[in-house]
DNA sequence: AATGAATGAGGATTCATTCAT
DNA sequence: GATGAATGAATCCTCATTCAT
């Protein structure tokens, strides 16, 4: 029952399903069989839309990435102060959605992904240089020209706690993990009084 | 022409041989005949002393983890106050020897592999544990209570930093590293004054 | 917008776009979507019009046989002693229209063809039994009774320089091979004098 | 059970069933597997020791040519006058063992193969030039001068004969072809007295 | 008339692993 | 101790072909 216009439909299927596979798995050792079921169509049609198993890979790390900045983009909307702003951003990091093993797994296998695909390091690049746009912008009115070394820091840590969730000795605490960034950010205003 | 008491020369070949062909690949997918060949040895062999490839990546990780651990030990023993070891312990994280790109990368599998595997899992886990006691033994008298938290934060940053050279938008700068470490802990140091 | 009459015009298309396919591969795997790409259809299409690829592949094998029956007729048309007939045919035979290496290449896999399917070995034979009866008809004034025998040579020699042209060594080279036939004809006709 | 010093035996399987197979399907459109299971091994091992299937078929030609150039040699040292030893290769050539349909099916695809692969266009061209070679030495004391092109169409009627005989309108004929070609060698001879 | 959608079947290639020597 | 031999299983990818629209 063929229908028109299901590639942007088949597409995301895939890309959704890819996420997840990689998830569950903990590594992209997924085979484009796993994820095609999982979309719920052939491995055939898979390759037809997305030409290669690297690139139905670059469009599921792009999605996740596009999504993740969207809610970033969403919390800074309702904020209105430099400092609430930060916390914004340091929250949705933890946001509930993707803070949980499944997510911080896929993550990760970005950063191996990077490794060997251009497209994904470029990628991976883009998002870090915008998050730390971003916190340098919103630092700047908080700690002045100390403000880009401090934003490495914060980022530094949000990644570095992801990076701790994913051996999951305990499951994600998305309260914790906030609360540590923020005790982070405290310290860092606090050192310019 | 075989030899008596080989085996620990051709494990220890063998792990070093793993641990650059990660490093080399980005990746976990090197093939035991790759590593055996750079251990100059047949992959039948590398199977007799390992059992199965899983076990050369535990190996290899185990062995990574007792030199690290060296290094920190050794660090520490000629450093005398709290800071000096909190120093210490930090610059040997950032050591040239440790912070290469292969080494980087070799890292970043090892979390990809504790995703599947228990035994890399639970090595993972004692290693962010030893370093974490560490952390806090040494920044007690330096924050007081607070030492567990702050513990926490320095490690997530040098854990952040790490990654963050993963994907090697310029070479891995031990210098800029420590200095960005250091400065978090002048800021956990100076807000309980 | 479909049109109608269209059949035609759509099977030409792809007969022509399948002997391009083929001599541009120097063999038979083209696959029918390459075929209809080039000759400016969906491959669906392309199943529609000819129900199987074999049946492209037989078709483009008759309408080049057919083309190339045109040409010798036509030459034949224009020649009014044996002798000119003979050498016209032999023109037509190296004519630079069929004697490029695409062509020769597309030639060469209709012999392959014709090793699996039936209708391509009964139209290959047709054309040589054709080609042999001119031959013959034309030589019997020169050669008299030695006429099939010598016709067979004669075939044998166009043939094996059209083989020996797609090795390529150099372009074909239509006035070089025209003039060894020429010269194995007169040595056919001197013989019997 | 695995033996030491198989690769030579498995390589000359290999290469025995590949002609075989070709020659029994018509085309190159034979399977690695079908290959290694005639040859009685794995498909794995194949590619094991010849790393692919277009080496496969690359040595499968090479060994037809050694072969071939092998009887040619044999016939010629029987034969002690220059025409003796034209008819020599010349029988040679339709020997009834390379004379088969299996054989002649098989050529004919190296023609193919030839087309995409550089280095069975190479082998090829050896093979021809050798012939031609071996033609215009032994002609000359028979036609002189006119050797280079006298051979030239030899070679073309027996490479033409063969092509023929490549549809199969009848069984090999080894005798008519030899017939055939002695006689075009005559008139050759025939025309310089 | 025409095509996008869809897939089953197949094929080359790779690789961890085992075993006889 | 050491390795060449050997393979089963798996995986990516391709493609002819069909079908609903």
Known sequence: MPKLGMEPIRRKALVT?????????????????????RAGMSSALAHH????????????????LVVYAAEIRDALAMADTPIERMHAIIQACFE?????????ATWLNFYVLAQT???????LRIYHKRLHSNLV????????????????????IIDGIYLHE????????????????????????ESVK
Chains 1, 2, 3, 4 share one sequence.
Not at 145 to 151: H, S
Not at 169 to 178: F, H, R
Request: proline share 3%; no cysteine; charged share 20%.
């Open 17 to 37: 399903a890819t996420a997840a596979e990689i998830g569950q798995a903990g590594n992209l050792d997924v085979t484009v069989s796993q994820i095609a079921k």
């Open 49 to 64: 839309y997305f030409g290669s198993k690297e690139q139905i890979f670059i469009a599921t790390m792009r999605h996740t």
């Open 96 to 104: 509930s959605t993707n803070f949980r093993t499944e997510t911080i």
């Open 117 to 123: 695909s251009d497209q994904a390091k470029r990628l």
């Open 137 to 156: 912008f919103n630092m700047r009115p908080l700690v002045g020209d100390r403000a880009p070394d401090a934003a490495s820091r914060i980022a530094a």
């Open 166 to 189: 994913a051996l999951g000795a305990q499951l994600p605490n998305s309260k914790a993990a906030t609360a540590q960034v923020f005790r982070a950010l405290d310290l860092e205003i």
